[in-house]
C-alpha cells in the first residue's frame, strides 16, 4: 500500500465515520422529537373534536328537548303521536328516528339513512336517568348494519 493510499484511508475515516455517526445520532434524536412533537399534535386534535362533539350533542338534546317540550306528548293517543312527533323528526336532521316510551317509532325509510333498530333503542336508550335528570345521553352503540347511534332519553 503506497503512502497516498494510507493516507487517504486515514483522512476517510477521520472524515467520514464522525461524519456517520453523528448523521445517525442526529437522525434518531429528530425522529424521536418529531415523533413526540406529531403525538402531541395528535392529542390536541383528538381532544378538540371530542369538544366539538360534546358541544353538537349536547345542542342537538337541548333542541330535541325544546322542540319536543311545546308539544301535549301525554294526551296524544298513538296514531297521534305518530303525526305530532314528526314536527320535531322533520326540524332536526339530526335524527333518525324518535321514540316516545308506550308510543311508535318514528322515522322515514325513504330519506337515505339506515332504518332503526327499536329493540336496540329501547334497551340503549337512559329512561331511568332521563326520569330522574330530564335529559340523558345514553352510550353509543353499534347498529347492524355497521353504524354508530347515540339514544338520547
Not at 47 to 63: H, K, L, N, P, T
Not at 82 to 102: C, K, M, N
Request: proline letters at 7%; one cysteine or more.
Amino acid at each position: 500500500m503506497q503512502f497516498r493510499s494510507k493516507i487517504f484511508a486515514v483522512l476517510a475515516l477521520v472524515g467520514v465515520v464522525p461524519a456517520a455517526v453523528l448523521g445517525s445520532l442526529s437522525f434518531s434524536v429528530n425522529r424521536a422529537e418529531l415523533e413526540r412533537t406529531l403525538r402531541s399534535a395528535e392529542t390536541r386534535v383528538a381532544e378538540e373534536a371530542a369538544r366539538a362533539c360534546e358541544r353538537f350533542v349536547a345542542q342537538a338534546a337541548d333542541s330535541l328537548r325544546l322542540s319536543a317540550s311545546v308539544l301535549p306528548l301525554r294526551e296524544l293517543s298513538p296514531a297521534e303521536l305518530a303525526h305530532v312527533l314528526r314536527i320535531p323528526y322533520r326540524q332536526l336532521e339530526f335524527i333518525d328516528a324518535i321514540w316516545v316510551p308506550g308510543g311508535p317509532l318514528v322515522y322515514e325509510s325513504a330519506n337515505g339513512r339506515p332504518i332503526p333498530e327499536l329493540d336496540k333503542l329501547q334497551r340503549e336508550a337512559p329512561l331511568h336517568l332521563a326520569a330522574q335528570w330530564g335529559t340523558a345521553i345514553g352510550a353509543p352503540y353499534s347498529a347492524t348494519d355497521g353504524s354508530m347511534r347515540l339514544p338520547i332519553a
